[in-house]
């Protein structure tokens, strides 16, 4: 028994050693241990390591990117025509000519914009920027083997509908010769500004240049850069390494060497333990629903580590103009009755602010006209919804808070008569089947994040009746009012502080008048960074901390 | 033997047919639109329709069913994925490495840590030691991976700093950008996750290997070789593990199988990218080519892991054998 007993202990021991060994088998250089920074206390040079929790870019490639964590790495790679400055709201919305040497001509009745290229750009491989490299954009995206998404925002130059029928042909309106670039559209566009600053339009070396991307669906994981960055690498579903474009000679900053985005679907628990002890700088992805109050209290909120600010994103409930709230009173009843604040208090601390209207508080043109309570006023709802029960189906997501949310909701209109039933779907779902025109539904517990900073992305694109098809609507209420129809298509042919002035009218008018949707939420950009990490500066078109500012300490 | 090899072979082609039919018809009966998805917010009809057709999405599912077959066996290709259009052979490529180094790393770590705890326990019955393994067995049976990995992510990782937080090293080629690699950051980044992984494990096999323990020692031929003179070691492995670890073999291959998809839990508290959480990803977004491959891959690695337990039990234990 002694023996057998000797026996036992040696493999115990075996086994706890192999273990312990284990343990202290990490070397010193082990940078997700946390390895110092050599550059504490300098605000240039050094490699920012990120993460990004529970989620990844879709693409790096700018004809494919459509997520705002891809947008976040493209705005560091790419000099657009017109971009966004590096700065703070309001400044960091506001339009300058980046790539294009200044605002371009208009001219043939707002159909012609011609833009002059500046001089000496050149991408991080050495290839000189152009009026081509812009143009090799456009029709990279309007190739069908790209099967991008940029074409529904450039669908209105002339030739672009032609191009996306064929791979061959390229987009006759844009037209390139050295260094002057012109875009001829069917209609005048006063938006177009707005939407050539968008990444799908950074420019890349045109076909046959050294590095000239290929066509292809699955789109580019590196491209050279245009920008103050370029991406280096990138492996999906695995790092992405970005590095300083040492031909950028722009105004943009470039604090860090090097940024390097340690790892994507990353568990936001974790994560989160991993910027509090410095191995990570920011996590892009977000943080755990539960920290934000904690954080707040601990560091302040917009002063140390912990930010907030408001995102260009509207949530909202659409009620469905075709079923039971194509009554006006009703929808201004539901208005009256919604708890505003509650919804919001639902996404955890400091998830937004309240509002009654479509246009962010945040996007140019808005005005605050206060038109219906944060809070519920049931007496002036039960008046407009007068008396009787009515029923109603609302379809929220499967996740806890759209669930809590419906609810809520549900409590809300039961006080006004409105026996409310919930059905729950998938994110994706919910919005194919709110989109789709003959479905039985009367509330959709939708959101919509601005796509470009200009209210046309909201008022016409959700509430004008005239893009109602039989599926794939964006108009979640089916509001099709000829009125306001016209009025929404007068505003878009708008140029200037007339069309955001214009615009924030129509806001107000529509909601006060005939409340196609109950706003309740315009989110905000929750972030937080370690303690070896500065110069946080919120980008506000793309709603996350600007990394060419962002800097180790 | 070969009789043997045939027919566990047919019946895995039977199996996978099965469960890839299975897949696809879930998936047809979910009502969610990967097209919609693949045109971004702005949606269009347009978009749609053209996205519908470069996904096969509009052609019936019975010939998208057979167009899958077709690639796999003609061009061994499991498609692209919905979500971002990467070859699939690819992502799998990626994910497997990962998921095998837990499993299998896991699976080390739970016998070195259950057979000396099961044998001692089995030889001092009722004992201090014996109670406190017994414990162990509770805890480790009742925590949930979830929890067990965010305590130790939290205390070895945050608090005392001995080990990484989260994260995984490729042993070999890292890929440009990585924060670390080679083998030693490798094994240093699977430390936390191996013993995550293998707690519960490491509990069941625990009691498992004290009951068969105890019951072989009270064999009649156990109890004859020390009545000839047989050396204490020579009858506690020629005579007591030998069979008492039978049943571990046994056990070991399908539970190597269950890992594989108990795996998730521990690859999303470290982040690690392996089949499981790729699995969850691609089933939170639409994307049927990926969890499709992920399901095939699965059950041909099911298949060939079962296989080859069957094989090594029948040279283990020469009473059995393959017909």
């Not at chain 1, 891809?70 to 919305?93: E, F, H, M, T, V």
């Not at chain 1, 509002?355 to 008046?383: E, M, V």
């Not at chain 2, 399908?254 to 890992?259: R, T």
């Amino acid at each position: 028994m002694h023996k057998r007993l000797w026996l036992s202990v040696v493999a115990v021991a075996i086994g706890a050693a192999l273990l312990v060994a284990a343990g202290f088998a990490s070397p010193a250089n082990s940078s997700i241990s946390g390895a110092k920074s050599s550059f504490a206390g300098a605000k240039t040079g050094g490699t920012l390591r990120l993460n990004m929790s529970s989620s990844d870019v879709d693409y790096i490639d700018p004809a494919l990117a459509y997520y705002q964590l891809s947008w976040d790495i493209l705005y560091i790679a790419c000099r657009p025509l017109l971009n966004y400055p590096d700065k703070p709201s309001p400044a960091g919305s506001r339009l300058f000519p980046d790539g294009a040497a200044a605002f371009p001509k208009v001219s043939n009745g707002g159909k012609l914009y011609t833009f002059k290229i500046r001089s000496g750009m050149k991408f991080s491989n050495g290839v000189p920027i152009t009026a081509k490299s812009y143009k090799a954009a456009f029709d990279r995206d309007a190739n069908p083997k790209m099967e991008s998404p940029a074409v529904p925002f450039f669908s209105d130059i002339v030739g672009a509908t032609d191009a996306q029928g064929n791979p061959k042909t390229p987009v006759s309106g844009v037209k390139a010769k050295g260094l002057t670039l012109s875009v001829r559209l069917t209609k005048a566009g006063p938006d177009i500004l707005s939407r050539m600053a968008m990444l799908f339009f950074c420019p890349v070396p045109a076909p046959g240049q050294k590095g000239a991307p290929s066509v292809t669906s699955q789109g580019v994981n590196t491209f050279p850069g245009s920008g103050p960055y370029y991406v280096a690498a990138r492996t999906p579903g695995g790092p992405i390494l970005i590095k300083r474009n040492k031909f950028y000679k722009g105004p943009r900053p470039h604090n860090a060497s090097a940024i390097s985005v340690v790892s994507v679907n990353t568990n936001v628990d974790t994560s989160f333990t991993q910027v509090q002890r410095g191995e990570i700088n920011y996590d892009m992805g977000g943080l755990p629903p539960t920290a934000h109050a904690g954080l707040a209290k601990k560091y302040g909120i917009n002063k140390q580590r912990y930010f907030v600010h408001p995102v260009i994103a509207t949530r909202y409930l659409g009620l469905n103009n075709q079923r039971l709230f194509r009554n006006t009173k009703l929808r201004k009843a539901v208005n009256y009755a919604l708890d505003r604040k509650g919804m919001i208090n639902l996404r955890g601390a400091y998830a937004g602010h309240p509002t009654d209207q479509l246009l962010p508080s945040n996007l140019r043109g808005y005005k605050n006209a206060g038109i219906f309570p944060f809070r519920p006023n049931f007496t002036q709802a039960k008046k407009l919804a007068g008396s009787g029960s009515r029923s109603a189906v609302m379809y929220t997501t499967t996740s806890p808070i759209g669930v809590n949310q419906g609810t809520l909701v549900q409590a809300d209109l039961k006080q006004i008569g409105i026996d409310v039933s919930v059905s729950k779907f998938g994110t994706g779902t919910m919005y194919k089947k709110c989109g789709t025109k003959s479905e039985a539904f009367d509330i959709c517990n939708v959101g919509w994040i601005a796509d470009y900073p200009d209210p046309f992305d909201f008022m016409n694109v959700l509430l004008s009746g005239e893009s109602i098809h039989d599926s794939n609507n964006n108009n979640y209420s089916y509001f099709n009012n000829a009125k306001y129809n016209r009025q929404m298509d007068a505003a878009a042919r708008l140029f200037g502080p007339k069309r955001f002035s214009t615009y924030g009218s129509l806001d107000t008018t529509i909601m006060k008048n005939a409340a196609p949707i109950a706003a309740w939420d315009n989110d905000n950009d929750r972030e937080f960074i370690s303690g070896k990490t500065g110069c946080y500066t919120n980008q506000p078109v793309y709603g996350l901390a600007d990394l060419a500012l962002l800097c180790l300490k | 033997m070969i009789r043997y090899l045939i027919r566990r072979l047919l019946w895995a082609v039977v199996l996978f047919v099965a469960i890839t039919i299975i897949t696809y018809i879930i998936f047809f009966m979910i009502p969610t639109d990967p097209a919609r998805k693949a045109c971004g917010q702005l949606v269009t009809p347009a978009c749609v329709k053209s996205a519908r057709h470069y996904l096969g999405l509009d052609r019936p599912v019975y010939i998208q069913y057979y167009k899958f077959l077709e690639r796999l066996v003609v061009h061994q290709s499991l498609g692209r994925s919905f979500a971002n259009r990467q070859n699939i052979n690819s992502i799998i490529g990626r994910a497997a490495p990962i998921t095998a180094s837990l499993v299998f790393g896991g699976a080390v770590t739970w016998l070195l840590l259950a057979i000396p705890i099961g044998i001692l326990s089995a030889l001092r019955p009722r004992t201090l030691l014996d109670r406190s393994a017994m414990v162990f067995v509770l805890v480790g049976i009742s925590a949930h991976p979830v929890w067990i990995g965010l305590i130790f992510s939290w205390f070895f990782g945050y608090k005392l700093g001995i080990t990484p937080i989260a994260g995984y090293c490729e042993a070999f080629s890292p890929p440009q950008g990585a924060a670390c690699g080679g083998v030693v950051q490798w094994f240093y980044h699977m430390i936390l996750p191996w013993i995550t992984f293998a707690i519960l494990f490491a509990a069941l096999y625990v009691r498992m290997i004290r009951a068969n323990v105890m019951e072989t020692l009270n064999e009649d031929y156990v109890r004859t070789a020390r009545a000839k003179g047989a050396p204490e070691s020579r009858v506690m492995f020629k005579h007591v593990l030998r069979n008492a670890m039978l049943p571990v073999v046994t056990m070991l291959g399908m539970d190597i199988a269950l890992g594989l998809g108990g795996a998730v839990f521990t690859e999303s508290v470290y982040s690690l990218h392996g089949l499981g959480q790729t699995l969850v990803q691609s089933l939170s977004g639409d994307d049927l080519p990926t969890t499709q491959g992920i399901v095939v891959f699965g059950t041909l690695a099911i298949i060939v892991f079962n296989l080859i337990v069957d094989l090594l039990y029948a040279f283990i234990d020469p009473r059995i054998r393959l017909t």
